[in-house]
């Protein structure tokens, strides 16, 4: 077992009224994964300026990080290691000058398949539902945003 079996990771929810939420299509590991933007937090590391800095590496541009929306409330082992738990901490989320990523129409719409390969697209809040991502803490969030949205 290991000393620390936790891995922090935060998400963005990017909210458009017109287009819906911002998803990050992914191929890790093998696995074609529909996630939340974001990523892992790094030692040393507040969890605004990691989403900041994983926005910058996946969007290649700033985001301001608004208000905190969900934080894990349940164990959910690392998809990709049964050894250690997942925190995934999410935030809502804009950027400071329109997008400039490119946004598909179609899901996993990547260039070439190849380990880390990501693409953008939008789902628009009435078809917004937990069976479109592939892991249990963003299903949950999508189920809650659904309820937050309805309200």
Not at 51 to 80: C, I, N
């Amino acid at each position: 077992m290991k000393l620390f079996p936790f891995v922090v990771r935060v998400y963005g929810i990017c909210y458009d009224q017109e287009r819906g939420i911002l998803v990050s299509d992914e191929f890790i590991y093998g696995q074609y994964i529909c996630k939340f933007p974001g990523g892992g937090l790094q030692f040393g590391e507040g969890t605004i300026d990691c989403l900041k800095r994983e926005m910058m590496e996946e969007a290649g541009q700033e985001f301001e990080v608004l208000e905190h929306f969900y934080t894990t409330d349940f164990f959910v082992p690392s998809a990709f290691d049964a050894d250690v738990q997942v925190l995934s901490i999410y935030y809502f989320i804009r950027p400071l000058q329109p997008l400039k990523i490119k946004i598909s129409d179609k899901a996993f719409d990547f260039p070439e398949l190849k380990p880390d390969v990501q693409s953008f697209r939008w789902i628009n809040l009435a078809e917004l539902s937990a069976n479109q991502f592939s892991l249990p803490i963003d299903q949950r969030v999508a189920e809650l945003l659904h309820d937050f949205f309805a309200e």
